[in-house]
């Protein structure tokens, strides 16, 4: 199921998903950049889950994408993504850096780096990003490192993977 939804994903686009709003899924693309040495790290929620699992965390109430906006919103969705989202690179733990966040329809997509990372042969990752909001949430992670391209499909059973490159 997982995997047809994650193919609709990719054909129709996040939009089409969006708009129905009956799955509780997160996507985090990985992107190695070899020239400068680091990982490029997008994570596309539901806004309004965002919101949620912030709120929940005993956050204020964001109020993304309106003029009415937390003044410190960055602050509290890095804060509640980082202590969700954690990388090994090489057997060595590494930090995410914050970037900020986009409006991406129903969704927020937010930005992180890692620094430093000169080559990648594993990754380790554990994303537990809504899954104590939601029993059905799905955290889908894809990785791209020279030129190659993997996934990892993580829920409230698995929310560890790891990839060789």
Same mark, same amino acid.
């Given at each position: 199921?997982?995997? #047809?939804?994650? #193919?609709?994903?990719?054909?129709?686009?996040?939009?089409?998903?969006?708009?129905?709003?009956?799955? #509780?899924?997160?996507?985090?693309?990985?992107?190695?950049?070899?020239?400068?040495?680091?990982?490029?790290?997008?994570?596309?929620?539901?806004?309004?889950?965002?919101?949620?699992?912030?709120?929940?965390?005993?956050?204020?109430?964001?109020?993304?994408?309106?003029?009415?906006?937390?003044?410190?919103? %960055?602050?509290?969705?890095?804060?509640?993504?980082?202590?969700?989202?954690?990388?090994?690179?090489?057997?060595?733990?590494?930090?995410?850096?914050?970037?900020?966040?986009?409006?991406?329809?129903?969704?927020?997509?937010?930005?992180?780096?890692?620094?430093?990372?000169? %080559?990648?042969?594993?990754?380790?990752?554990?994303?537990?990003?809504?899954?104590?909001?939601? %029993?059905?949430?799905?955290?889908?992670?894809?990785?791209?490192?020279?030129?190659?391209?993997?996934?990892?499909?993580?829920?409230?059973?698995?929310?560890?993977?790891?990839?060789?490159?």
């Amino acid at each position: 199921m997982l995997r #047809y939804l994650f #193919y609709i994903v990719i054909l129709i686009g996040w939009p089409a998903l969006a708009q129905a709003h009956v799955f #509780y899924i997160s996507i985090t693309k990985v992107k190695w950049n070899a020239q400068h040495e680091r990982l490029d790290i997008s994570v596309r929620i539901f806004t309004d889950n965002l919101e949620e699992a912030v709120a929940e965390e005993g956050g204020p109430k964001l109020k993304l994408w309106t003029d009415k906006e937390h003044t410190e919103s %960055d602050r509290f969705i890095a804060d509640y993504l980082k202590s969700r989202l954690h990388f090994r690179v090489n057997e060595k733990e590494v930090n995410l850096e914050y970037l900020g966040k986009a409006d991406a329809l129903d969704a927020t997509a937010c930005f992180f780096q890692i620094r430093g990372i000169k %080559d990648v042969k594993k990754m380790d990752v554990g994303n537990s990003i809504l899954i104590d909001l939601y %029993d059905t949430q799905a955290n889908v992670v894809r990785f791209e490192v020279k030129e190659e391209k993997k996934f990892i499909n993580l829920n409230k059973k698995s929310t560890r993977g790891a990839v060789d490159f």
